[in-house]
């Protein structure tokens, strides 16, 4: 399975983003999908994991409420809709996918496929 990331970009802090994240390859309606972030200067670090259009989903507390992580099965696609965005969240996100769902769903190792990350900056 092959990720490819998009929508990156910089905004000022307070407003919004769309990350998209594509899936080409065999997948199943199970396959979780989700993102990881790297600040600079900083350890990569869980975000969000969905297992297909409506199963489990898990956030960091550091973006609950103000990010949504969505999949759309028919596109194989997962997006991550960020708002009220921060200066603290500026980073490389990366798409990540596995196979199904694991309980360690926040740990980076836990995760076979990564797409090539794309740059957020949010500036103050």
């Known amino acids: 399975v092959q990720l490819q990331a998009s929508g990156g970009g910089l905004v000022q802090a307070g407003g919004s983003l769309r990350l998209s994240c594509a899936a080409s390859?065999?997948?199943?309606?199970?396959?979780?999908m989700g993102w990881f972030r790297q600040g600079p200067g900083k350890e990569r670090e869980f975000v969000a994991a969905?297992?297909?259009?409506?199963?489990?989903?898990r956030y960091a507390d550091s973006v609950k409420g103000r990010f949504t992580i969505s999949r759309d099965n028919a596109r194989n696609t997962v997006y991550l809709q960020m708002n009220s965005l921060k200066p603290e969240d500026t980073a490389v996100y990366y798409c990540?996918?596995?196979?199904?769902?694991?309980?360690?769903?926040?740990?980076?190792?836990?995760?076979?496929?990564w797409g090539q990350g794309t740059l957020v900056t949010v500036s103050s």
């Open positions: 990540v996918g596995r196979s199904y769902w694991t309980v360690a769903y926040y740990s980076a190792s836990q995760y076979t496929n």
């Open positions: 390859g065999q997948t199943t309606s199970e396959y979780v």
């Open positions: 969905k297992r297909g259009a409506y199963g489990n989903t």
